[in-house]
């Protein structure tokens, strides 16, 4: 170890304070700060919005030389280092976008120890060359961001975070702080393990997000579900709408664009130009609609995703997390929905079944499988499952903001209904031995005399219409439940319904099945609309805060369409200028003078000095557009 004097804390509450133009710091950021910049390594576990960019940033800005940010985010590079620019630091990134000579600027301002920040992509790290040039400066610490992609387990690998290992073994005595959202004991092993950060100290907080509402829906009507929510809950928000398949996701896309919502698609097989044009304008236009594979979203840092809609079922407890995740980080009120069916478990059981990987690849794929089936199916909080997935403990027993405790399904006593269907299987491989889908066992349960019915004869089986008592979505809801509890499997290319050795514990009566009844979606939109705590009208796209007053409300929209022009003019999203949070606190307070301006939380002195005249004007009344913000 180099045994460098050591830095006062007082530095980063400083920067904190001048740079960021925040009063103080949250949650762990403090002790994680001063951690690293005392030369400790760190291994950081924060929900998305808990503000993990600071614990390395402010570090890097106090320690000598500049801190290098590992982050797969290439196509968001641009917005980050913008964003830093915009407060003031000096940062600038290498990556395979940049030519030659925008490389050798860039290289040219590290050696000189002009970067405060350096953000590199993974697979720029491997090479000799830019290991050279890293040897040519001064490094004060290496920041690992998205550290699950190091995870061969997870939903996000990525093979060139394997090569990080060697940060250790070449630059020894530079500190290393890695940060996830997301990561459950097991992936929280691995990243440690794999980034030799075993004895690290690690920082773990609390993975709950109070703001978001958990819900998830049966799926009947995809596309008339995902209307009515967007229609009567969010109209004029943004928000993401994720999709299994790229053809689904143009086929939604242009669903909601015929339907008056403004939707973009992204996905895979789109040219990257327009993968990246389409990501641009949901960062930087108001109330769009992103609808996307799972390609999108890592690193979307917009803080006013009001809403992530599910269409079909994510793979993983991990991947729904993330992916819900997305949504509400400035902490105001929005939706994680998820709309999930008889077909979304035949698909992925499918799937899995069909796959490339071995033996061991598959089991991993099916108990992620059966964590989110079980999440789906269950009659308790799903806050409290979701934690629990990730081994915390939830803040009470009902969470008040899940539809489970909003409200509460029924559950009604299934056993007799399963044993019925389970038989059907069964006669229909004993007795004829023939292996149908779901949809023909529901039929002949109903007694339904269908084509495929008769031309079977399977009217003439014993348990031809035994299940007239209940309704063909009810019958679906029993072979969906019975598919999440193992208790029935599909198989092959026609999925075809068959036992498995937990089916007989049903059949011989061993087991009770309790399973969730559906509820209504008018009855769960009643129960959530006084809770929510959102006093908003439905025309007010930006989700106000309870103690907003709406007297600033007139204020606030006249700094919004301020911010939106210069965001327009400088080609930067509007949220790196300010977020809602902060012009929200400004049309409250309504400042004079500049000193009372910079007292503002997120008013640092950089942004002070850029826009604090404008805004201003703003507040006056004045309108600040003829003019151009103050020069640097
Ligand atoms: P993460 O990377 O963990 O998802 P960010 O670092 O982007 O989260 O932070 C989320 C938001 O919280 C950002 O808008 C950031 O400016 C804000 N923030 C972070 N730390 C603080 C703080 N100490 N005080 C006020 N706001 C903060
Ligand atoms: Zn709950």
């Excluded at 004060?140 to 992609?149: G, K, P, Q, V």
């Excluded at 250790?168 to 459950?184: F, G």
């Amino acid at each position: 170890m180099t045994s460098a004097p050591a830095i006062p804390v007082s530095r980063a509450i400083d920067a904190l304070n001048r740079i960021f133009g925040y009063p103080e710091f949250r949650g762990q950021q403090r002790e994680i700060v001063e951690h690293v910049i005392s030369g400790g390594d760190a291994l950081v576990l924060m929900p998305t919005g808990g503000g993990k960019s600071l614990c390395y940033q402010i570090p890097a800005l106090v320690r000598p030389g500049t801190g290098v940010v590992i982050s797969p985010l290439i196509a968001l590079m641009q917005d980050q280092v913008d964003a830093l620019r915009t407060l003031g630091v000096r940062a600038n990134f290498l990556n395979s976008t940049q030519d030659f000579d925008e490389r050798r600027l860039v290289e040219a301002e590290f050696v000189a120890g002009e970067l405060d920040l350096l953000y590199v992509a993974p697979e720029g790290l491997g090479t000799p060359a830019v290991q050279r040039l890293l040897d040519r400066g001064e490094i004060s610490l290496f920041a690992i961001d998205e550290a699950h992609c190091v995870s061969q387990w997870g939903h996000d690998f990525r093979p060139d975070y394997l090569a990080l290992s060697m940060l250790h073994e070449r630059w020894p005595d530079v500190p290393r702080i890695a940060l996830t959202a997301t990561a459950t004991t097991t992936t929280r092993g691995e990243i440690a393990e794999r980034l030799r950060l075993t004895s690290a100290r690690h920082f773990t907080a609390s993975f709950d997000r109070p703001n978001i509402q958990y819900r998830i829906v049966g799926k009947n009507e995809p596309k008339r579900q995902l209307l009515d929510l967007l229609r009567t809950e969010h109209p004029g928000d943004a928000g993401i709408v994720y999709c299994l398949s790229r053809a689904s996701v143009d086929k939604h896309a242009e669903f909601l664009s015929a339907n008056g919502i403004p939707a973009l698609p992204y996905h895979a097989g789109l040219s990257p130009q327009t993968r990246q044009e389409n990501q641009a304008r949901f960062l930087r236009e108001d109330g769009l609609v992103m609808v996307a594979t799972i390609a999108f979203g890592m690193g979307i840092d917009k803080p006013d995703v009001r809403f992530v809609a599910h269409l079909d079922l994510p793979k993983s407890v991990e991947g729904y997390y993330q992916e819900t995740g997305r949504a509400g980080r400035d902490g105001l009120p929005s939706t994680a929905w998820l709309a999930y069916g008889l077909q979304d478990v035949v698909q992925q059981r499918k799937m899995i079944d069909s796959s490339e990987g071995d033996l061991a690849f598959r089991r991993n794929a099916a108990s992620h499988l059966d964590a989110m089936l079980a999440l789906c199916e269950t009659v308790s909080c799903r806050r409290e499952r979701l934690l629990a997935y990730f081994d915390q403990e939830a803040p009470s027993a009902r969470c008040g903001n899940c539809d489970t405790c909003l409200a509460p399904p029924e559950s009604w006593d299934g056993t007799v209904p399963a044993q019925k269907l389970l038989s059907t299987v069964f006669r229909l491989k004993k007795e004829r031995n023939q292996k149908f889908g779901a949809g023909q066992s529901i039929d002949i349960l109903l007694g339904k005399r269908t084509d495929k019915v008769s031309q079977f004869r399977h009217d003439e089986l014993s348990v031809f219409g035994i299940g007239a008592d209940l309704r063909d979505t009810e019958w679906r809801g029993v072979v969906r439940q019975l598919l999440a509890g193992g208790y029935l499997a599909v198989e092959g290319e026609y999925s075809t319904l068959v036992l498995t050795d937990r089916s007989s514990s049903v059949l011989r009566g061993e087991v009770t099945l309790m399973m969730r009844r559906e509820i209504p979606a008018q009855r769960l939109r009643a129960g959530t609309s006084s809770s929510a705590g959102s006093s908003r009208s439905s025309r007010a796209p930006a989700a106000a805060p309870a103690d907003f007053p709406a007297e600033a409300e007139p204020l606030f929209e006249r700094l919004r369409a301020w911010r939106a022009s210069i965001a327009k003019a400088q080609a930067i999203p509007p949220y790196v200028i300010f977020h809602d949070k902060t012009l929200r606190a400004i049309a409250v307070l309504e400042p004079s003078s500049l000193d009372q301006l910079g007292t503002v939380s997120g008013v640092g002195q950089s942004k002070l000095t850029k826009f604090g005249d404008d805004v201003l004007a703003v507040v006056r009344g004045e309108d600040p557009s003829g003019e151009e913000p103050s020069a640097e």
